[in-house]
């Protein structure tokens, strides 16, 4: 009875909307709260973002830049925005690294000839060890880069480097904590090297105290050796950094074959909505189809991806007629490279240049399925403001962070377009992120039903205002 | 490094704190928020809440009133209480009911003659099968006891009352949902009985479409019959439903043995920490120590327990030195009968009519373990008005609800008291809550490390927000 009532109230509210040049005027308009309000009973009691999510990570699986897998996961993507609506759905081509973890990835500690098994895994990128065949060394324990390179060389050189520097507990927001230690996996090879070690074993960045290594990108830099580097679980690191103390003679066995292949051409999946008004406007909204080759990529970014289609299929169910274009993009390669944000920035530059096309916002979900808190903000001081002020619409569902930030990786390039897009990112809450992420543990089962259906209708309502109340560029900023 | 200067801060920030008569004075004072940040710090990098969680459920497990489980959570409890540094510790008398869910719960529908189990489990306080053997009749399927109510009596008498209405999942607050679903676990063996049914199986109170039985608190009516009434899982409620549109004339097989013993006295443990400036004003918090008998009462209410103790411990460790007295209060018999919190109103009337004592605040938490939101607020308007001011304070650490409702079933109570104490429920988020609710997944397991100390954290700073700045009864109100 109550759902009639709302989608009586909806069609009744949709053609009286009029876009107007001065946004505060349609800002507590009845009809954004009645047509916000219909969007989240969509997703909630029709949504279709679990089950999409279930295909995704159950019949594609895990899906690493240049693998099959990725293939497969991009005609998943086609298909799904086809049978969506779509008006039109491409692929843009992005040549993308193939780097593989190969089938052997082991490490142990040798202490007073006992083996003693340790949880790793290769990071992203990394050379395997020299021929394929184990390494011994012993250890040097830091707690940070710089640590590394105030030690004496003859402390270093011919070892393993075990960084071991935690995430920062106290930090109330995961994504700093992360930030304040990622520093290690992203550049803790090229410091091993400098200093003269062998490799490097990394601390998996997480909160917890847990047996799975969690992977993710590392770099090598030019004239600099490319060493090993894998990831340790937490628990072994901190066994690890104990055992030292009493036995630091103590030895680590470090054994990997991964291995780069040459690029791969693969792309960004695109599905656009023709505006119905000002069709040159677009606003993008996306996710990455990518993921990490261990668990299934269901928080990143699986749930970034339904949410884009999502998005499609509830507008489409409650009958909108989009105003500008919408363009929904499920990027490839944000892990390892971003090539797909760097590629679909590239094309926007050239539109911006070349056509009338003029990209208004875009929108990006890329921090996991969980209970939605808001958006982290990419945008000019009016374009913010104006963003801000819709607060009290979003209130009846507990999205209460309008801060400004980061809005995402993969349309962060986008920044670079004169005029510059509105970005939003969507912003669930970051407790949990950590504990799955980029480990074997980031499955479909670990993602919650009705917080993958809030971050949905969050997500939509956020691109439902864009859509209605931005201005064109250049009438503010 | 970080939480040396914040710990210096802290000491610094002890001294120059005033108490002056005028709240809004301190509101934004450098001091508050300098507090509640090393109140979070402690709570995050020393935090004991997850460890006495892991002792509550583990070691004493599950906690039905009037089990002998009940009487060891509360040794346990006096025990915590007097190790963190209460200054008297105490039982205060309680007479509980005592019913056992008895050695079977089971039920079985019979669809052209072949047998299938369903998962049911009996609601806490019914009555047994007759005699406790098997019961077997057709079912009547309703979505409501008003529709029950409008049956005619052939279509009734003798049979199984289902009652079948999920929860609304377009609700975004999961309590309100529980709210309008609720009357049926309630009062459906009323109603079932008024209208001549012999007993009730009632869709369990979950969101979730799970195969777990989740129980609860249901009533009988003097003058009515008492029948057996059984929660039984949503999937198997479905699938009955679905059964019945093909086999009207199916039957199902109930059994139960369980029974009400005479009441047995059990007790709220307090904790006194008296106050330094005005002793005579008591700030209450708590939790119920009682759980279902299914489950190990992680969320409901071991979180609630633990986040009591944890305000004890964070504020100790701090070297808090409270102006009021606080009350921990591990209350007894929340869940079916609320006796603790009855007992302790009426004590706390007493005091009011005979002593100087002053019941200036009440808080509890009881709504889970999750990452906190904020408060449902249950004072009047100027207390309201002054803890809403309070909202800034609380943005660093997501705390964004500051919204009036019923705080709490253990202080409800104390509403009647003159001055009314000004009340605050912990709010977390409540997503999940009802996945794990009066179930066997509400585990230890299903309770997240750093949710859980956000939340004692949240508890704790309100603690000392009320003890701060609440004027002494009369001088507002």
Known sequence: MRSI????AVLGGLTPFTHGQTPELHLQHTGDSTYIRAIYDEALARGEAHANLRQLTKDVGHRLSGSQSAFDAMQWGQGVLERYGADSVWVMPVMVPSWTRGTVAQATAIINGEEHPLRVTALGGSVSTPNDQPLRARLVHVKSLEQLSQLPPDEVEGRLVLFNRPMDPVLINTGAAYGGAVDQRGRGAIAAAKAGAIGALVRSMTHALDTLPHTGAMYYEEGIDSVPSAAISTVDASWLANQLKGN?????????NCRAFPDVEQGNVIGEWRGSELPNEIITLGGHLDSW???????DDGAGIV????????????????????RFVL??????????GKTYAAR??????????RYLAALESDAGGFVPRGFRIDAGDEATALIQSW???????????????GAGVDIGPLKVLEPRPAMMGLSPDGQRYFDFHHSSQD???NVHKRELELGAATFAAAVYMLDQHLPTPGTFD
């Not at 080759?293 to 928080?299: K, L, R």
């Not at 530059?349 to 056509?355: A, I, M, S, V």
């Not at 009290?392 to 400004?404: A, G, K, M, V």
Request: no cysteine.
């Open 248 to 256: 630091p003679d103590l030895e680590v066995v470090l054994e990997m």
């Open 391 to 405: 607060n009290s619409l979003f209130d009846p569902y507990n999205i209460h962070q309008f801060r400004r930030g």
């Open 331 to 340: 990027f490839i390669n944000e892990e390892n490279g971003n090539r797909g």
């Open 5 to 8: 009532l709302i989608f009586l």
């Open 307 to 326: 949410h884009t289609l999502e998005v499609l299929r509830i507008l489409k169910a409650l009958g909108y007629t989009p105003r500008r274009t919408i």
């Open 293 to 299: 080759d261990i668990g299934e990529g269901a928080h």
């Open 348 to 357: 926007a530059q050239e539109d911006h240049t070349t056509t009338n096309l």
């Open 443 to 445: 499955v479909f089962e």
